[in-house]
């Protein structure tokens, strides 16, 4: 959980122009035009006696100049770390480990070819150079070396960022903060709150109310992909919707093409009862026939289906979405296209009924004189 200490009174609101009043203790929270109170060592510690919260963890800002390899091109680079429950894809190597006291990074993918690596794989075991600037404008060089390398990320609008491993940001941050009062240095703009794992819903509401009423806003990543979700569920109902008309368009083909079956065979009906079959054998005759249509336009239809969708999420895979390896945008499930299939059926056996009555109560006189 994320935890900030907001102050309504100096965020901008979005679009608005007129100033505002300049808060002294008011930090950048990473987002334009909004801004929360610094968290200072005592709001870590007033953060760990909260009931509920198991480990506390500023986040802390580090602006490195740049990052070299050897006496190659220096890049531009951002330092990232990853919130609770967050994990990255690596094209090689492994994360950085948090424990080792060596200084650890993981390299973005895209920065391996301008480094002059030949390939992902070359890349791990090198050394690499950060360079960071204090606050007496004196620049500070460290060196590190490549564990890992990260796909590109989605979720990432600010582009890819280095991970280092804790050893390798204290290094930085002491760096950066040289020549800062201790009051000055000990500011950040949000702390990673650890919580039980096994904690309930209710549990978690539960300390985000004792988090407010201590002065702090607790956010999860639920709550932070709150909007991306609310996006995709309005499109998965919009998606449900058009199925559901579907299969209503299917159920009265379905209704049409046995009452034609009916009416076509009308003598086969009337020769089948006067040879002694019963109404309820025809009745059950014409509904297993409702019922395997649909089973064969519901197999027919998820086979093309996903002939299609694999087709479509593998041009896509190497094109608009070639910087995200391990997208998978069309995805099958098994158990799902079983559940599909068995709904249709159903359907289909429902829609059959009526025709498969008409069926059972056909005459068999009339129906042989039928022409």
Not at 121 to 139: H, K, N, P
């Amino acid at each position: 959980m994320t935890v900030t200490k907001t102050d309504e009174s100096t965020r901008t609101t979005p679009g608005s122009s007129e100033p505002q009043e300049y808060d002294p203790d008011a930090v950048s929270s990473g987002f334009p035009g909004q801004t929360v109170i610094a968290l200072t060592p005592d709001d870590i510690d007033a953060l760990e006696g909260i009931d509920g919260v198991l480990n506390v963890d500023a986040v802390r800002t580090i602006s490195p100049d740049y990052i070299q390899a050897g006496d190659g091109t220096p890049y531009v680079a951002s330092v990232g770390s990853l919130i609770p429950g967050q994990t990255v894809v690596l094209a090689a190597g492994e994360e950085p480990d948090p424990a080792a006291p060596e200084y650890e990074v993981a390299l973005p993918v895209a920065y391996v070819e301008p480094l002059g690596f030949d390939s992902n794989a070359d890349a791990i075991g090198q050394t690499v150079t950060l360079a960071i600037t204090d606050a007496q404008r004196t620049q500070h060089m460290i060196d590190a070396t490549v564990v890992g390398v990260t796909e590109d990320a989605l979720a990432n609008p600010n582009g890819s960022s280095i991970l280092t491993n804790d050893a390798l940001s204290d290094a930085l941050f002491d760096a950066q903060s040289t020549g800062l009062t201790e009051e000055q240095a000990d500011r950040y703009a949000a702390a990673t709150v650890w919580f039980d794992p096994d904690a309930t819903e209710q549990d978690i509401s539960a300390l985000k109310d004792r988090l407010a009423d201590a002065g702090y806003t607790g956010t999860t990543i639920a709550d932070q992909l709150g909007t991306i979700t609310a996006v995709i569920d309005g499109i998965v109902l919009v998606l449900n919707a058009f199925a559901v008309i579907a299969l209503l368009a299917a159920a009265f083909g379905i209704v049409n093409t046995l009452y034609m079956s009916v009416q076509e065979r009308t003598r086969e009906i009337g020769l089948m009862k006067a040879m002694g079959m019963g109404s309820g054998r025809v009745f059950t005759l014409f509904s297993l026939e409702a019922a395997f249509l649909g089973f064969l336009g519901s197999a027919i239809g998820a086979a093309i289906a996903m002939i299609v969708g694999t087709g479509v999420s593998g041009v896509l895979s190497t094109s608009l979405l070639a910087d995200l390896p391990g997208l998978t945008l069309i995805a099958f499930d098994p158990a799902s296209i079983a559940t599909i299939i068995l709904v249709v059926m159903v359907i289909a056996f429902l829609a059959g009924t009526l025709p498969a009555a008409r069926a059972a109560r056909a005459d068999p006189v009339d129906s042989l004189r039928y022409e």
